[in-house]
């Protein structure tokens, strides 16, 4: 089966899944946690009654035209719940592939880090926070932890769906391992870190089930508005029936109105469409989230993220690539171009750091330098210390050095060499550009520098212009010193920068803004990032990172890409917008149905109200079923677009909201009108009233 295939099963599955959900969800305990729709439910219930007492000569309406009614009303209540159902497929499909790749696997435990050859096998869900496994290649991780010993590679694709392993060793910020997650090369010991049976794993399924998905203030917020609404309405529907029967008293004629029309009336004016929708657009901003393979620990957060002002995003790894690459070579003294990356090539043969491999590749593409070969026995290679602050090589009675300016200064005048102001000027003008200079030397003459600068990931600078005109205010956090930070921020177009950043200055840098009323977002992947994560607004934590950094986030990126706070960020907003749209085109709807049934109610009664009969509707009956029957079929046409979220673009606020209120709000008047007057033409055509 090709791709495409089960792509398109897939998605058969979810909603035959999907549409049996409809059906379990029409238990009443579930029906009250929606207000809106709950209405709706005892409407239908109601009308099936009315059905079936009309039956019975109880009737206060045509039987076949209540049948219609209630049949339509049913499958209002049916398409919210498949709203509902389609938004929790995703996590749920998410959770059964989660739930795969967890298993009681057995446990190498060990009494200590010395003791490794004591080993205990138990099952992985006996371990308990504390304990000691080894865990070697080609065996899945039992549990939660901190690598304390090793290094290793490790398959998180499972997790992530990233089918490139990663490293995972001891110390530093790429220590923490998850449960679930197998072990491909070497061997490591980790100290468990999850409680008993409650694994990161499980709370993944849990959150992307939605069964730990609670409302978020917006949500509840307008949820509080769409039942006030809906009050008012029952109470208008109410004095509507009791005005009818006055004035048909008074005229000594029959109540045009029924019970069964007024029930109509009633849902077609409340809010039903965004209150069926309401939770299917938060679940499936999770949803969207999760899909981006960030997990957020609450809707909270979400809706933060669609709030936010200031932006705080770390150098190395987000803005630049990670690793200082060479980007030229400087001759000085008269020494060629060439005669200086041949040297700097051989002084960094044995370095394996990314910045002298680059060295390495520069001199490659300028001069087509091939690499020596090392095993040359008059090669004796000089190793990189932190003491000695530079590396080279000895060939023969030839030596070459390579290394920081005030290193090699030393190293040249101890052994009687020179070292020129030519070389002392280009030092200083790379450190004022933000590059680190590298100078090299051979035989104690000084050849030149090398310029290693910080590459700027290609697009950021585009990225950081979107956000500006978004209001998001971006600050770069760094630990190089403040000249170097300038030149950096300004290359990228970030609007501030934190330089020498302390995890002390970073908390204090969130909480200024926050006392301003600024909302703050920050990513992070270290212990010492676990301060201000635990403060900032909205704290992207690196699932690469400590076990320290991941508790203080409200999300894990399980990427571990910090460039995703910026995804983070147009998630938050799309799912505030799609809400906000959804909401707006719902009450404007109320516009076009009030002309379509108040008028048909009444004009019996009065009929001068048929001079509101704007459409042109066939008849009273016609003009109610066409609302009911538009009311539910508007929640099917519009589940898509919840799921999806109304596109969000770069732009201020107050254009977005120009554009939705007059596509939303002008649309929600003007589509019904039309809606309503074909659906009028077809019944009445086809002879259903």
């Known amino acids: ?56 000569g109880l009737r206060d309406e045509n039987p076949g035209f209540i049948l219609g009614i209630t049949i339509i009303l ?32 057995a446990a190498n435990k060990i009494p200590s880090p010395e003791e490794k050859e004591k080993i205990t096998v138990v099952p992985s869900a006996t371990l308990k926070k504390g304990d000691l496994v080894v865990v070697r290649a080609g065996e899945q991780i039992p549990a939660d932890g901190d690598v304390i010993e090793g290094a290793a590679s490790v398959d998180e694709s499972a997790i992530t769906g990233e089918s490139a392993p990663v490293i995972r060793e001891s110390g530093g910020d790429r220590s923490a391992v998850t449960g679930g997650t197998t072990v491909i090369s070497d061997w490591l010991t980790i100290r468990v870190t999850s409680e ?130 060479a980007c030229a070579f400087l001759p000085v003294d008269g020494a060629s171009e060439r005669e200086l990356a041949d040297a ?47 590396s080279g090589v000895n060939i023969g009675s030839v030596e070459i050095r390579k290394g920081a300016a005030d290193t090699i200064r030393e190293y040249v005048l101890k052994g009687g060499g020179k070292y020129s102001r030519e070389c002392e000027e280009i030092v200083k003008k790379i450190s004022n550009q933000g590059g680190t200079p590298l100078v090299v030397a051979k035989d104690l003459r000084v050849l030149g520098v090398i310029h290693l600068k910080d590459i700027i990931k290609q697009g950021i600078q585009e990225k950081f212009a979107d956000l500006r ?42 909480r200024q803004f926050q006392s301003q009323g600024h909302l ?68 404007a709807n109320d516009l076009a149905k009030y002309f379509a049934i108040i008028p048909a109610l009444f004009i019996g009664l009065y009929p001068g109200l048929s001079a509101l009969n704007i459409m042109g509707l066939q008849s009273p009956q016609s003009a109610i079923f066409s609302a009911i029957i538009y009311n539910a079929l508007i929640i099917v046409a519009l589940i898509p677009l919840a799921l999806k979220g109304v596109r969000y673009r770069e732009v201020s606020a107050g254009r977005l909201l120009s554009h939705n209120l007059l596509v939303y709000g002008l649309g929600g008047v003007i589509v019904p009108f039309a809606a309503l007057k074909v659906i009028d033409v077809i019944i009445t055509t086809l002879g259903i009233v």
């Open 196 to 325: 008993e049976g409650e694994s990161f794993l499980d709370k993944m399924i849990a959150m992307v089930e939605g069964a730990d998905r609670k409302k978020t203030p917006n949500e509840i917020a307008l949820q509080i508005l769409l039942v006030a609404l809906t009050i008012i309405f029952l109470l208008v529907t109410v004095s509507l029936y009791a005005y009818s029967l006055f004035s048909a008293g008074q005229a000594g004629i029959e109540s045009p109105t029924s019970v069964t029309a007024l029930v109509a009336l009633l849902v077609c004016l409340a809010p039903t469409t965004i209150g069926a929708l309401l939770s299917a657009i938060g679940i499936a901003g999770m949803s969207r989230l999760n899909q981006a393979n960030v997990l957020a620990m609450s809707g909270r957060a979400i809706e933060a993220a669609g709030d936010v002002d200031i932006l705080m995003l770390d150098k190395t790894g987000t803005i630049t690539l990670g690793n200082r690459q």
């Open 344 to 390: 700097a090539q051989f002084a960094s043969l044995a370095d394996e750091t990314p910045e002298g491999r680059s060295v390495v590749v520069l001199a490659k593409e300028r001069f087509n330098i091939r690499q020596r070969e090392m095993s040359d026995s008059d090669m004796e290679f000089v190793p990189f210390s932190a003491k000695t602050r530079m």
């Open 74 to 105: 049913w499958l209002t209540v049916l398409f919210a719940n498949f709203a509902e159902a389609i938004a929790e497929g995703r996590g749920k499909a998410q959770a059964d592939s989660l739930r795969a790749a967890r298993k009681d696997v």
């Open 520 to 587: 703050v977002a920050m990513t992070g992947d270290g212990t010492n990032d676990a301060p201000a994560l635990a403060q900032a607004d909205v704290a992207v934590a690196m699932n690469t990172g400590t076990q320290a950094a991941k508790e203080a986030g409200n999300m894990v990126d399980l990427d571990s890409s910090p460039t995703k706070l910026i995804e983070v960020v147009r998630i938050g907003k799309q799912l505030l917008m799609t809400r906000g749209s959804l909401t707006t085109f719902s009450i």
């Open 1 to 56: 089966m090709n791709a495409k295939n089960k792509e398109h099963f897939a998605d058969r599955a979810m909603a035959a899944r999907a549409i049996k959900d409809s059906f379990i969800k029409l238990s009443p305990r579930t029906q009250m946690k929606n207000p809106v729709m709950f209405l709706v439910y005892v409407s239908s219930i109601l009308t099936t009654a009315l059905f079936v007492f009309a039956l019975f």
């Open 469 to 510: 005109r978004m209001g998001i205010k971006t600050i770069m956090i760094t630990g190089d010193n403040p000249l170097t930070a300038a030149a950096i921020a300004a290359e990228a177009g970030v609007d501030d920068f934190l330089a020498e950043a302390t995890p002390e200055g970073k908390l204090a840098m969130i």
